[in-house]
Structure formats: C-alpha cells, structure tokens
C-alpha cells in the first residue's frame, strides 16, 4: 500500500524560509509527475508547484520566484523550497504523485508564516 508522508511544517516568520519534504513508502511505480498542493481556512484547494517526469516545473504565480520544487525521484521524494514567506502563505500544504493508475495524497502538513 503506497503511503505519501510530509514533513517540514511549522510556524516561521514573514521573510523566512521552510523546506517541505513528501516521501513516498511502498511500492510506487509509473509515477509522471509530483506536486505540492495547500489549502488556507475558507479556502479551496490549489495547486502551488508541479514537477514532471522529465523535470519540468510550473508555479502558481504569486510563488513563482519564491518557491522551488524538486524531487529525488529514485527515492519516490519531492521538496518545496519556500523562501520570503508571507502570512498568506499560511495553509495545510500536500504533496501529491501522479501516476498512469490514478493519484496518491499526503495528509497534510501545516505552514503558519506570522507577520
């Protein structure tokens, strides 16, 4: 059973940084892509940065810039680099793996960036 773990949350001040790792147990194969997810209270999931196969990347615009996907990928891992933190960063942020037989999730892990 293919299990997705976060880790590297926690509460940093605006202008920090915080590195996000997701690893995934089990026996994971076919995976395309990986990508880092967050959702803020009241607010609807939404896609941060993605990484491809062939290590293309895509940001959301207000993290472009700031924040730096990449993956590790013979040990099934993915990272989210997060530079110049910003209360509205603030959110649950999941990691996700896409493979060619559906989508495996993290539970979570909480960012809280004070001001």
């Known amino acids: 059973q293919v299990q997705l773990a976060e880790s590297g949350g926690g509460l940093v001040q605006a202008g920090g940084s915080l590195t996000l790792s997701c690893v995934a147990s089990?026996?994971?194969?076919?995976?395309?892509?990986m990508s880092w997810y967050r959702q803020a209270p009241g607010k609807q999931r939404e896609l941060v940065a993605s990484i491809l196969l062939g290590g293309q990347t895509n940001y959301a615009d207000d993290v472009r810039g700031r924040f730096t996907i990449s993956r590790a990928s013979h040990k099934n891992m993915v990272y989210l680099q997060m530079n110049s933190l910003k209360p509205e960063d603030t959110a649950v942020y999941s990691c996700?793996?896409?493979?060619?037989?559906?989508?495996?999730w993290g539970q979570g892990t909480q960012v809280t960036v004070s001001s």
């Open positions: 996700k793996f896409t493979t060619a037989w559906g989508d495996y």
């Open positions: 089990g026996t994971i194969v076919g995976v395309k892509g």
